[in-house]
């Protein structure tokens, strides 16, 4: 796992890139499948097919900015990560959104320590989606974080 700072020229990729790195490298895959299941995107190379769930999805930030003086005048900024976890049995999404959380929060101190503070976590109801004759249940967790830069 190697987490960077957070800096001017970094905002956004940084930041994605740090809770990828996080959540990719401490969250096993539940049936041990050896093949990336922590995605950017939806895996377009495996849509539709059985072997894509259990997956984890990772969207790009939400950034918010504004300017704050405490002594000096800084620029704060405000992440909202979006995670979307889906598979074909609702305890299993359920099992993997409590994963995340807490390995998030387990490594807190080391997301602090590249700028991203004050982690906050809402997690949605678990949707319930047809795809391919196959019932998927999906949960959104949105992590949010400040930072100044």
């Excluded at 957070?6 to 790195?21: D, E, G, K, M, P």
């Excluded at 050896?34 to 849509?47: E, I, L, T, Y």
Aim: net charge neutral; aromatic share 8%.
């Amino acid at each position: 796992m190697s987490l960077a700072t957070v800096a001017s020229n970094s905002l956004i990729s940084q930041t994605w890139q740090n809770l990828y790195s996080i959540i990719n490298s401490n969250v096993s895959d539940p049936k041990s499948r050896g093949v990336q299941w922590v995605f950017a995107a939806w895996p377009q190379s495996r849509k539709g097919t059985a072997d894509v769930y259990p997956c984890i999805t990772i969207d790009s930030p939400d950034m918010r900015g504004q300017n704050v003086t405490m002594g000096q005048s800084k620029r704060m900024y405000t992440w909202t990560i979006p995670i979307s976890i889906s598979d074909t049995r609702m305890d299993t999404v359920d099992g993997l959104a409590g994963t995340v959380i807490y390995t998030i929060e387990s490594n807190k101190g080391s997301l602090e320590a590249n700028g991203m503070n004050m982690f906050n976590p809402e997690a949605t109801p678990t949707f319930h989606n047809l795809n391919n004759k196959q019932i998927i249940h999906q949960k959104n967790i949105n992590v949010r974080f400040e930072g100044y830069v």
